[in-house]
């Protein structure tokens, strides 16, 4: 057994491309995590590209998965637990009965909670029933949340237009338990077009960080943030470092990735940009908020 990071991976998982487990395994295995996927869903490749083969998985299976590993005893060598995409409130019962089980086995292990609801002009694209199950049952029990700003919204019940609000809306999340809060898009009225911002919040401080804005981007983008932000995380012991290493690693990333080619080209390249993972080109501008 690996005696470094561990690392149990719940999300989505895609044959083609780097969404979901196939974003978070190749970036956290170069940062020199092992990595325990455990696919919620199955499918040929990312809806974005026309309709998929694959299915969700049941929730009986994925929790049979998860129930298999802990019988053998490898959730006390789990450092962490990171989970995407859950797609239903019965998988998200699941996680947190998954979640429960590590605790009592190790209770260091941080869970990073990535809730997958939607994102501006689409709106919700889960069952709808997650929004409520992420506010009042999965984030109150997480370490970390990276919503974007159209799910801290959601979360918080409240309206994001300045960064102000966007404060107060995580320190809302976190009044209910939520260890640390971070907006991975901030989209605020007062923000320059040129930039793309992050913020993170937690109890020590607030820190937000910019990176020069790119055009249309593949999709994984958020899957990849935070998954290294939690490897950073979890070897640093920062909210500040990780919030730097996970912007500048993601906007590398995007950078190599925007303009791509081949039959589905909006993807992220993220083999050929493995660079950015191990030494980011880029340092993001950041600052203290609050």
Partial sequence: MHDGVNILSIQSQVVYGHVGNGAAGPALQRMGCEVWALPTAILSHHPGHGPPAGRPLPPAEIAALAASLADRGLLRACSALLTGWLGTPETAEQVLVLQARLRADNPAAVWLCDPVIGDRPKGVYVDPALVAAFRDRLLPRADIATPNC?????????????????????????????????????????????????????????????????????????????????????????????????????????????????????????????????????????????
């Fill in 150 to 290: 159209f799910e801290l919204e959601l979360l918080a019940d409240r309206p994001i237009q300045t960064l102000n609000d966007a404060l107060t809306a995580a320190r809302t999340v976190i009044a209910r338990g939520t260890g640390c809060v971070v907006c991975t898009s901030l989209l605020r009225r007062d923000r320059r077009p040129e930039v793309i911002e992050s913020l993170a919040v937690a109890s020590d401080g607030a820190w937000l960080a910019q990176t020069p804005s790119l055009n249309d981007v593949p999709n994984g983008a958020g899957d990849l943030f935070a998954s290294v932000f939690l490897g950073r995380f979890l070897r640093k012991r920062s909210v500040k470092k990780a919030l730097a290493y996970a912007v500048a690693v993601t906007y590398g990333v995007l950078r190599a990735s925007v303009g791509g080619t081949g039959p589905l080209p909006k993807e992220l390249k993220l083999v050929a940009a493995q660079s950015e993972i191990a030494r980011p080109s880029h340092d993001p501008w950041i600052q203290r908020v609050g």
